[in-house]
């Protein structure tokens, strides 16, 4: 169980213990479909304008604090996150946007300061590629044991991206010699504003419009957002207005007060946007309860910095490591699908998945993490080693480890 | 402000002169030689398309409110910190608490004994505009642009530099009789600058 700890006040620490709360809205959602008993002896539904799910599924976000809602991971398949799945964080809503008076604004170091609406993007050559978005603050440190992955790091979400690179538009106004920063700023309430190294804008940075083939959703930036691959999920700003070209950072609030990792030497790392490798299973994990027998160890794997090399899993709390099997494509930063075939004899089990990427990069265990950054006001970029317990009695619970 | 922030060369751009040549715009070519070169521009991308255009001055400033750690972009104007305890006692103590203590949002108010800073260490330190924010500019910056959080963009330039006064009297920088303006606010050296180093993780085998 977690610890009990004093902690100080904060609303996001209270968002992150309020998680279990609101743990069982998804659970409670039942099937309110009246299915026929034969349905091969009448015509069925006739063609509709929009599809929907099956009313026998009942996949839900949830929500909570009016700042977040989380990814149903456990539920999901494959790498992409539908649309309507994907999580949100946003900081002060979600802005309703007319794309027709929607305007990009690029200026600062630049030979031409120029406008693009949506239109004009999509005149310039498209770019597609399929990434992670992973909001850096993705563990729940308060979780306890009758937690799912949804609730206890829910905030990472993957989808097809079409839009610009942004290097296309730099290159229509002309980036002056000197520059080196930019800064991206989004069209909702609070403004929202990150630094960006110019190295990024040109290494693979786009502006996109499209998400899994359609217009980005509202709570993903419509009409359209910042995305770098590979980078925590702030700075990826949405419903995009600005851009800023600069010779230096802009030290916003939310990469100072905010987005910072303090560390034990008693300094704080700012600008760590990169997402190191991670795991997480996603089956078996609470609340499922399983027969003795065969089943499927499955889970996702990525990292900020590349391709997924190997994922290693281990069912006995970390004594032993098989390599699992890696579903292709293997994509640079993105989830990638692991599975490994297991079968349970019907003893307690400890289940743990390892992600390795392309730089040699392990992912650690919350003990080499804690060793590294320390304690203390942890929020960012947790992405040690999480566990899963096979009780005996075949109900599956998470393993919390005190993290910060 | 370490090295590492200022003048990084992108990685894939070109010479100053060879940016110039390929970036002028394309309007007045035949369209057929434009249909002609698509295949090289997207190729190598060192063609203009000509999209996009231009901003006018008023439009930038209209949108390009932020303010930088050297005090650019910081309006003309000033306030008291007599005025933002004021104001912050109408828009702000509901969310922050008074004094900037006990509200149910972020704690603003706070110093630690001998600007000690025990975040990786000790699970009860709370972060404070006074032991954690590294630059007074970014809070005009955020004030300006974010707060109050259900009228954002709703204060004047006097009000926000006020509000900072006020803020930053509440963490013992700035003494009860403080004025902060265009011309002073960039000045203050807040006592937790120079905790802030740069991410040096850089990927391989180690954990940072």
């Given at each position: 169980m977690s610890k009990k700890i004093a902690l100080p006040k904060s609303s996001r620490r209270k968002f992150l213990a309020g998680l279990t709360a609101t743990a069982s809205l998804a659970g409670s959602i039942r099937s309110l479909a009246e299915a026929p008993?034969?349905?091969?002896r009448a015509p069925g539904k006739s063609p509709t304008e929009l599809g929907g799910k099956s009313t026998h599924e009942s996949l839900a976000r949830i929500p909570a604090f009016n700042i977040v809602s989380l990814t149903p991971l456990e539920q999901l398949?494959?790498?992409?996150?539908p649309s309507d799945l994907h999580f949100e964080r946003h900081h002060g809503g979600i802005p309703n946007i007319d794309p027709a008076s929607h305007e990009l604004v690029i200026h600062g170091m630049v030979e031409r300061p120029l406008k693009f609406n949506l239109a004009e993007l999509k005149r310039l050559p498209s770019v597609t590629r399929t990434c992670f978005i992973e909001c850096?603050?993705?563990?729940?440190?308060?979780?306890?044991?009758?937690?799912s992955p949804q609730m206890l790091c829910g905030l990472t979400s993957q989808s097809e991206w079409t839009g610009v690179a942004l290097g296309t538009l730099l290159r229509e106004v002309g980036v002056k010699p000197g520059a080196s920063w930019f800064l991206a700023e989004g069209s909702d309430a609070p403004l929202m504003t990150r630094s960006i190294p110019l190295t990024k804008a040109w290494e693979d940075a786009l502006i996109v419009y499209a998400q899994n083939g359609e217009a980005i959703r509202p709570e993903q930036g419509y009409p359209m957002r910042l995305l770098l691959p590979?980078?925590?999920?702030?700075?990826?700003?949405?419903w995009l207005r600005r851009l800023e070209i600069s010779?230096?950072?802009?030290?916003t609030r939310e990469e100072t007060s905010k987005y910072t990792d303090p560390l034990k030497d008693d300094t704080a790392r700012m600008f760590s946007v990169v997402m190191d490798a991670r795991s997480i299973i996603t089956?078996?994990?609470?609340?499922m309860t399983l027969e003795k027998g065969w089943h499927e160890i499955r889970g996702l794997a990525w990292s900020g910095r590349g391709k997924i090399k190997a994922v290693e899993v281990s069912s006995n709390g970390g004594r032993s490591w098989e390599t699992a099997n890696l579903q292709g494509p293997?994509?640079?930063k993105a989830h990638t699908r692991f599975n490994l075939p297991w079968k349970w004899d019907g003893a307690a089990a400890e289940l743990r998945s390892r992600a390795i990427d392309e730089t040699g990069y392990v992912q650690p265990t919350s003990k080499q993490l804690v060793g590294a950054r320390g304690t203390g006001n942890q929020l960012y970029h947790l992405n040690s080693i999480m566990s899963w317990i096979v009780q005996d009695n075949g109900e599956v619970i998470y393993k919390p480890e005190y993290l910060g | 402000m370490d090295s590492r922030y200022l003048s990084k060369t992108p990685q894939k751009t070109l010479t100053s002169g060879a940016r110039d040549m390929f970036s002028?715009?394309?309007?007045?070519?035949?369209l057929v030689v434009l249909s002609a070169t698509i295949a090289h521009a997207q190729a190598?991308?060192?063609?203009?398309?000509?999209i996009g255009r231009p901003v006018a001055n008023s439009e930038i400033a209209a949108w390009d409110k932020d303010v930088r750690p050297?005090?650019?972009g910081l309006p003309a104007g000033s306030g008291t910190v007599a005025m933002g305890e004021q104001l912050y006692g109408e828009k702000c103590v509901a969310c922050h608490g008074a004094s900037g203590i006990?509200?149910?949002?972020?704690?603003?108010a706070g110093r630690i004994a001998e600007d000690a800073f025990p975040f990786a260490t000790d699970p009860s330190s709370v972060k404070t505009i006074g032991n954690y924010?590294?630059?007074?500019?970014t809070l005009f910056d955020y004030i300006n642009r974010?707060?109050?959080?259900?009228?954002?963009?709703?204060?004047n330039t006097q009000q926000v530099y006020g509000l900072v006064a006020y803020l930053l009297h509440l963490n013992k920088?700035?003494?009860?009789?403080a004025t902060l303006s265009q011309d002073n606010l960039a000045k203050i050296i807040m006592?937790?600058?120079?905790r802030f180093v740069p991410d040096a993780r850089r990927g391989g085998a180690e954990v940072r």
């Open positions: 008993a034969y349905p091969t398949h494959g790498t992409i996150t850096s603050g993705n563990l729940n440190t308060r979780a306890g044991e009758k937690s590979g980078w925590e999920g702030n700075t990826n700003i949405k010779d230096a950072p802009f030290m089956s078996p994990t609470y609340p293997i994509l640079p | 002028y715009h394309l309007k007045n070519v035949a190598e991308q060192e063609v203009s398309y000509g050297d005090g650019r006990g509200g149910p949002f972020d704690q603003l924010w590294p630059y007074a500019t974010a707060m109050p959080y259900d009228a954002p963009g709703s204060l920088i700035v003494p009860a009789d006592p937790a600058q120079h």
